[in-house]
């Protein structure tokens, strides 16, 4: 009997496969925001922050504006030559026109010096015991308190007020006779009393000194003007 030879295979080695390195993945980048940098405000000086952290604004305060200094050269000159330049002010029987001249002239003359000065010019200018009693009595340091008493004393006469001073008033110390003829013209003149006779009776009614009256007695004289020139024809001014 035959036999058939099988033939028997080898067996296989089974393959091995190398192994391969792993290669690193790179990471991705991170596209996560960068941390900012914490900004930090300056708080500004003198001012204050508001509720969202804008600056607020401090008001800025107007300094006044110093005046100017005064010279007190220039100054010492002015108040002498505004005293040089006004006329004396007689407040024995003066009229309501002779006030307002005697202060408008003050007014403009003393124009653009300090309150004291003024004050110091019109209490030069000022005579007569009635003018000297009102200013001792009245409290004045400013201009305009001096211009409210002033008006109100001397520049609101009634006509009763003028005509009793007409009647009491006296030729003052050291007033010439022409200057107290014009006064009692002027006061009559205020009261419109133009009788020419009687404003003579006035004057000579003011005279206290009896040689002057004597004098008047002796002449003609019959009105104010008249017994002035024949006064000081003898010279008695």
């Given amino acids: 009997m035959s036999t058939k030879s099988v033939s028997v295979s080898k ?13 690193p993945t790179r990471a991705a980048p991170s596209k996560a925001p960068a941390p900012t940098k914490p900004v930090t405000r300056t ?7 508001g509720a969202t952290g804008t600056p607020r604004r401090t008001p800025r305060t ?12 220039l100054l010492t000159h002015a108040v002498s030559n505004a005293v040089e ?3 004396l002010f007689h407040s024995a029987g003066v009229t309501v026109e002779k006030a307002r001249d005697f202060w408008e002239a003050f007014e403009d003359t003393t124009r653009g010096l300090p309150d004291r000065s003024r004050l110091l010019v019109f209490r030069q200018k000022i ?9 001792n009595d009245s409290s004045i340091k400013t201009f305009e308190t001096l211009k409210i008493r002033f008006h109100n004393h001397f ?32 006061l009559c003149d205020s009261l419109d009393y133009p009788d020419p006779r009687m404003r003579y009776q006035l ?3 003011g005279l206290n000194n009896r040689r002057i009256l004597a004098i008047l007695d002796s002449s003609p004289a019959c009105a104010i003007l008249e017994a002035c020139e024949w006064l000081m024809a003898k010279d008695i001014a």
């Fill in 43 to 49: 708080k500004p000086s003198g001012g204050t922050v």
């Fill in 203 to 205: 004057f000579r009614r």
């Fill in 155 to 186: 520049l609101s006469r009634t006509a009763d007020e003028l005509w009793e001073r007409l009647h009491s008033t006296k030729r003052a110390p050291g007033e010439s006779i022409e200057e107290w003829g014009d006064r009692v013209s002027d």
């Fill in 62 to 73: 107007v300094q006044p504006t110093p005046a100017a200094p005064v010279n007190p050269i």
């Fill in 85 to 87: 330049v006004l006329p």
């Fill in 127 to 135: 005579k007569g015991s009635e003018a000297e009693r009102w200013w």
């Fill in 11 to 23: 067996p296989v080695k089974p393959l091995m496969k190398k192994p391969t390195a792993a290669t």
